[in-house]
């Protein structure tokens, strides 16, 4: 299976190269461009905020130096093995968590021979280095190896600053109970569909806080916390004595405050557009952050337990509300979706099939009108607008229905070695109904 998708995605990197010489409409993500040229200018040693709209870790032009010595694929094929990777790591992740063998291929399968997922790399977009990263955090965790996590997780916010928001859920399921040398990450009962009353569900969400507050100070919070703070502005002070208050206000700041007047996903796209030549407050740049970090504390201290299905719900919720969404933030919660899949009591056929078709249908009708704007020049501001109002609404709906088709099982529970493998034995002789 590795191998025809490796194959599968060096097939589409060679035709990408003929699309682009040979046709109008260019294979090639419009960010490799930028890359590629900052890349260039790193290999000259200058600074690689000279290429205009180049708003990232200077790590990931120095990784793509090679695109201007030895092929300008260079990149592609990096960007494609970490999608590789991904594949290896989601298969690690539910080993670990007890998964039997025909529901990992299968939730592997859903990655790697996913349409959106495997041109993301092979049409030159970073984002599978951070998918890879985010889940070697998830392994690391799960087999109590806390310095390494934590160095990876520093990294990966210098890299790419979304996932700070995974920085509460970690902290909480960081404790000494959890990080014993006999203890495993197993899955609760396979057969076994467990309902959770309103009651029981507030009684969790109480006692977590309750924990949080009166415990939260143990050695292996302030280990991670330290450790990964030390390693992001280790990587942000080498950087910022390398290029300054460029790369600062570029790589960082920029997208705490960004404004993007073209039209994206977000509902906040046309507010954006007629008040841009007018200029925004940082209050009003920031207010958009509000909504999200609502929605995210929620998420965080009902679901924290169980970490995989917390940072996938997170993520999901984070794109929707954001000021800015492109096609691209998907492959976010692409990569967690497959860890998540074997605890789902959802339907394939109509749960499943009107779940993905209602996401997929709101996001073809907005790039219909995307498409009579951008290509045809026509005014369709208004419908557009209202497509990303459905697009929202599409995003929350299927949330909510993964919630309530999903078995809550925590990361880690406690029970003794010999329970583990009573258990591992139940669930591989089960599997899913």
């Not at 009651?199 to 006692?207: D, Y």
């Amino acid at each position: 299976m590795m191998l025809l998708s490796g194959v599968l995605r060096l097939a589409l990197i060679v035709y990408g190269e003929w699309q682009d010489a040979h046709m109008e409409v260019r294979y090639t993500d419009v960010d490799y461009l930028v890359f590629s040229d900052a890349a260039a200018l790193v290999a000259m040693k200058k600074s690689p905020f000279g290429r205009s709209t180049y708003r990232y870790s200077p790590i990931l032009a120095y990784l793509l130096v090679p695109n201007s010595v030895v092929h300008p694929s260079w990149g592609k094929l990096i960007f494609s093995a970490a999608d590789l990777l991904v594949g290896v790591f989601i298969n690690s992740i539910l080993k670990l968590r007890g998964v039997p063998e025909h529901l990992r291929i299968f939730s592997v399968a859903s990655w790697l021979f996913n349409p959106f997922t495997f041109t993301i790399g092979t049409r030159g977009n970073c984002e599978p280095i951070v998918c890879a990263v985010v889940l070697w955090i998830i392994i690391c965790l799960m087999k109590g190896k806390i310095l390494q996590a934590a160095f990876w997780y520093g990294f990966v916010v210098h890299f790419r600053i979304y996932p700070i928001i995974y920085s509460l859920p970690i902290l909480l399921v960081l404790s000494a109970d959890n990080f014993q040398p006999d203890r495993k990450p197993v899955l609760m009962s396979w057969g076994q569909k467990q309902q959770k009353s309103s009651r029981s569900s507030i009684k969790r969400t109480i006692k977590i806080l309750v924990s949080v507050i009166l415990n939260f100070a143990t050695r292996q919070r302030i280990l991670f916390a330290f450790f990964s703070g030390a390693i992001f502005f280790l990587w942000t002070g080498l950087f910022f004595y390398l290029y300054g208050w460029e790369f600062l206000n570029e790589a960082l700041l920029y997208h705490l405050t960004r404004t993007d007047p073209r039209h994206n996903f977000s509902i906040y796209f046309y507010h954006v557009y007629l008040h841009h030549e007018l200029g925004f407050s940082v209050l009003e740049k920031l207010v958009s952050f509000f909504p999200q970090l609502a929605v995210q504390l929620v998420l965080v201290f009902r679901f924290a337990e169980d970490l995989p299905f917390c940072l996938f719900l997170q993520t999901v919720a984070f794109v929707a509300f954001n000021k800015v969404i492109t096609a691209q933030y998907f492959v976010w919660f692409f990569c967690l979706l497959p860890i998540i899949l074997p605890w789902s009591n959802m339907k394939l056929r109509w749960e499943g099939l009107i779940s993905l078709l209602l996401w997929m249908g709101a996001q073809i009708h907005w790039l219909m009108w995307g498409y009579l704007l951008e290509f045809k020049g026509l005014n369709v501001f208004i419908p557009l607008w209202f497509a990303s109002i459905l697009f929202l609404f599409s995003n929350t709906w299927v949330l909510i229905k993964v919630i309530r088709c999903h078995r809550f099982s925590p990361v880690f529970q406690k029970v003794s070695e010999s329970n583990y493998i009573k258990s591992r034995k139940i669930n591989n002789n089960e599997g899913l109904h």
